[in-house]
């Protein structure tokens, strides 16, 4: 690296980072980006070049993200139908359910619920049946 014409360690470290730059942009598009050489020579147009193919890159980055997103975006609308559906013939089926039980099938399961309900709220350890956490 010829840094003689650099004074500061900044002109210096943003030399590095453009060579950096070209060789990954140049990576990713296939090497066709044109050598440049970023002194106090390079002309206005190798640089409006490089500006180019990096805008380039990231666009093609960009599209495919954005395609990615609308792709998931896509499945999880379908999945989401789906779940509407489902839901939905559930409801069905529990109203046909309910109108086909007896009065005493519905008492029964309600009876069935109601302590499944509570034992959540108010959980059972051993300590406070009267038996030993050992």
């Not at 980072?17 to 106090?40: P, R, T, W």
């Not at 998931?72 to 559906?85: A, D, G, P, T, Y």
Request: proline residues 4%.
């Amino acid at each position: 690296m010829n840094t003689e014409m650099y004074q500061t360690p900044m002109e210096v470290a943003v030399y590095q980072l453009h060579n950096f730059s070209i060789s990954f942009f140049s990576s990713l598009l296939g090497g066709d980006v044109v050598s440049v050489k970023l002194d106090n020579s390079a002309s206005g147009a190798s640089v409006v070049a490089l500006d180019n193919k990096i805008e380039q890159a990231m666009d093609l980055v960009k599209n495919h993200l954005m395609y990615a997103v609308r792709e998931e975006v896509e499945i999880l609308k379908e999945q989401i139908r789906e779940l509407v559906e489902k839901n939905s013939q559930l409801e069905r089926e529990n109203t046909l359910l309910k109108t086909l039980a007896s009065p005493e099938q519905l008492e029964k399961f309600q009876s069935r619920l109601s302590p499944e309900e509570a034992a959540p709220e108010a959980p059972e350890t051993p300590e406070a049946s009267g038996g030993s956490a050992v």
